[in-house]
């Protein structure tokens, strides 16, 4: 008999794991009466402990008696405690009965990371940085408390909600080489704005070339070690190069949209008779015109992040001109990828034997598919997806490959950072953001940041390794090394 | 200037929760419930109020039960800072029953507003009875 912790929850202990092997755990369905799926853990033993030190898992449990779940619910090595589903979860849900939950997608809808590189030396650029980190700060704003960069009227939105980064060609704020390296080509097909309230396409329509808070960044990186020369050619990674990660999501219209779905689902499971561990893990199903119309507004946010990432590179670019381009000549950033971390995808997936079409839902873990996917430009197809896993600030980030071996055991999906281990309240009480800012500073890299508390909250020691992490996921086979960065410039909101 | 305390007495506390917010309510009544997880979420975020000029606004919200009305009245506050910059310090609960909620709120337009808040969530929310009233643990997702 399972005991209760103070949350409701399931509280799991290590003893409750079946190894599998070094870098995978499995908690069984016999844990729970509730289970439909086992829960399948990647981590090394340190990792799988510190899972344990927070409800990571037995969120991961309370996922695992969602309806029509497929094959198993998978964990990434940088899970953490969230709110419903754990960061660092991926769930399968059969079409098209299965379900389609908003909260196990998050509220911040296609938050993801976009990777460019060019080819100037950070030894050559090394005194610039300071100015660089100045002038990306104030070309890319947080849009906390403020507005965006590019105000839209509500028809405009509707089309960036239709055409997603295909909006952002049209307007001059990407190359066409842009769009064909984002995941999904910077669309998802079937947006539907009309599915998508009045209140967040107000709270959405002045964000627009905004970075957000909390997590999300934008970082001038350079190329430190490369581990798959071929592939690094291939995607035009060089060693002693500088490169730019930018994180962030959808913003308001996204984290709305979200709040939207979640509250009315709320009366779509007493109709469709669902019974829940947790109600931040409402759904409906994907056949039912509640599933429908989410997943529509859904696929508007996603487009909208896209867009996103896009005015923020073509900022980045802008900045990278005005500190650089003098005396550089060349500082053209040239896109390696764009991957979603927090979305709903209709994929087909082998699952004991069978290709079935199935819902994937992925909150803080990134598609990862291996060679010969033909979603991927040419030159991407022999290589596999990139994956861009960002470090917590300060320390280093990877450039990752998927890989064929994923599709069994993580539906083709693999990590997505760091994975937080300490509180934001501890955060702020241990770390002051002035002296973590001044520390950063000593190790040479330029800090910009909109707040000290938040800066505070998300200093490195808050963070599992990812070096760790990349490792495990390594190990495990479901994700392939390329490169790894080191920060030399950091903006935060 | 309004400025929100963030003291214990304020009927809220912050507690720990590894990626997110999270905080703990208390009142009397319900009505004093939801009162308290307003400030609580203005303390949290660090607002300050401008003097002038000063706004009303009447909320009328629907739920399944109380639960989901209290997340929809911080996710409206929330909503309201986004898309209009505003903060109240006065807030009247009308109504609040097991479905319906109607407050009026008067505030002013925020100075500051420190953290970007996505959304009140439902994870594991259930407002209890106690001895003294009601009370309930809170998670933002920022």
């Known amino acids: 008999m399972q005991s209760l912790d103070a949350e409701g929850g399931t509280m799991v202990n290590k003893q409750d794991f079946r190894r599998i092997n070094d870098y995978l755990w499995e908690i069984p369905t016999s844990f729970h009466p509730a289970m439909n799926v086992p829960v399948w853990v990647f981590a090394d033993e340190s990792l799988l402990e510190d899972a344990l030190g927070d409800l990571s898992i037995t969120q991961a449990v309370n996922v695992a008696q969602l309806p029509g779940l497929v094959g198993h619910v998978a964990i990434m090595p940088d899970v953490h405690q969230g709110y419903g589903m754990p960061i660092g979860g991926v769930m399968a849900t059969r079409a098209p009965d299965g379900v389609i939950s908003p909260g196990a997608v998050g509220y911040d809808i296609n938050c993801g990371v976009r990777v460019l590189t060019s080819e100037i030396e950070y030894k050559a650029a090394q005194s610039y940085m300071n100015d660089l980190a100045s002038v990306l700060y104030r070309n890319c704003p947080s849009g906390v408390g403020g507005k965006g960069s590019i105000p839209l009227p509500i028809e405009e939105l509707d089309k960036v909600c239709r055409q997603g980064a295909g909006w952002a060609l049209d307007q001059g704020y990407a190359f066409a080489e842009d769009l064909a390296r984002t995941e999904e080509f910077g669309r998802l097909e079937g947006a539907q704005p009309e599915n998508v309230s009045k209140r967040a396409k107000e709270r959405g329509k002045g964000q627009l070339g905004t970075l957000g808070a909390g997590n999300h960044f934008l970082e001038v990186d350079v190329i430190d070690q490369v581990f798959d020369p071929e592939a690094a050619e291939i995607m035009g990674l060089q060693a002693g190069c500088l490169a730019v990660q930018i994180h962030c999501g959808s913003r308001g219209f996204g984290h709305q949209i979200c709040t939207d779905y979640v509250h009315d689902f709320q009366w779509a499971v007493i109709h469709y008779g669902i019974h829940l561990p947790d109600r931040e893990l409402v759904c409906a199903p994907l056949d039912s015109p509640e599933g429908q119309a989410y997943l529509g507004a859904m696929k508007a946010a996603a487009n909208y992040a896209f867009a996103n990432r896009q005015a923020l590179a073509h900022h980045a670019r802008q900045s990278f001109q005005e500190v650089l381009g003098p005396a550089r000549g060349t500082s053209h950033l040239r896109q390696i990828y764009d991957i979603a971390h927090n979305m709903a995808k209709m994929e087909i997936h082998r699952i004991e034997g069978q290709a079935i079409a199935v819902c994937v839902h992925r909150k803080g873990a990134t598609r990862a598919f291996g060679p010969g996917f033909e979603g991927l430009p040419p030159e991407y197809r022999p290589l596999g997806q990139p994956v861009l896993v960002p470090g917590s600030m300060g320390t280093e980030s990877w450039i990752l490959l998927g890989t064929e071996a994923n599709e069994e055991l993580t539906f083709g999906s693999t990590c997505h950072g760091a994975g937080r281990v300490m509180s934001r309240r501890r955060a702020k009480r241990e770390v002051r953001g002035d002296r973590l800012r001044h520390e950063l500073e000593k190790e040479g890299i330029s800090v910009r940041a909109g707040s000290m508390r938040g800066l505070a909250e998300e200093a490195p020691r808050a963070y599992k390794d990812v070096n760790r992490v990349v490792e495990t996921v390594s190990h495990a086979g479901i994700a392939h090394k390329v490169a790894r960065l080191k920060p030399v410039a950091v903006v935060k909101g | ?142």
Do not use: C
């Not at chain 2, 109020?49 to 919200?61: D, F, G, Q, S, W």
């Not at chain 2, 309201?80 to 505003?86: A, D, G, P, R, V």
């Not at chain 2, 969530?121 to 997702?141: M, P």
């Open chain 2, 1 to 142: 200037m309004t400025a929100f305390s963030n003291s214990p007495a304020s009927g809220f506390q912050e507690i720990d929760h590894t990626a997110d917010w999270a905080y703990q309510v208390w009142g009397k009544s319900l009505a004093e419930l939801f009162t308290h997880a307003a400030q609580g979420l203005y303390a949290l975020v660090g607002v300050e109020l401008a003097t002038e000029p000063r706004v009303v606004r009447t909320i009328h919200l629907t739920g399944v039960d109380s639960e989901s009305l209290l997340v929809a009245w911080l996710n409206e506050l929330i909503h309201l800072h986004e898309s209009e910059n505003l903060g109240f310090d006065q807030i009247e609960i009308l109504r609040l029953d097991g479905a319906a909620l109607q407050a009026e709120v008067r505030g002013a337009p925020t100075q500051q507003w420190l953290k970007d808040i996505k959304a009140a969530t439902y994870h594991n929310l259930v407002i209890h009875s106690t001895e003294k009233g009601f009370e309930a643990t809170l998670v933002l997702d920022v």
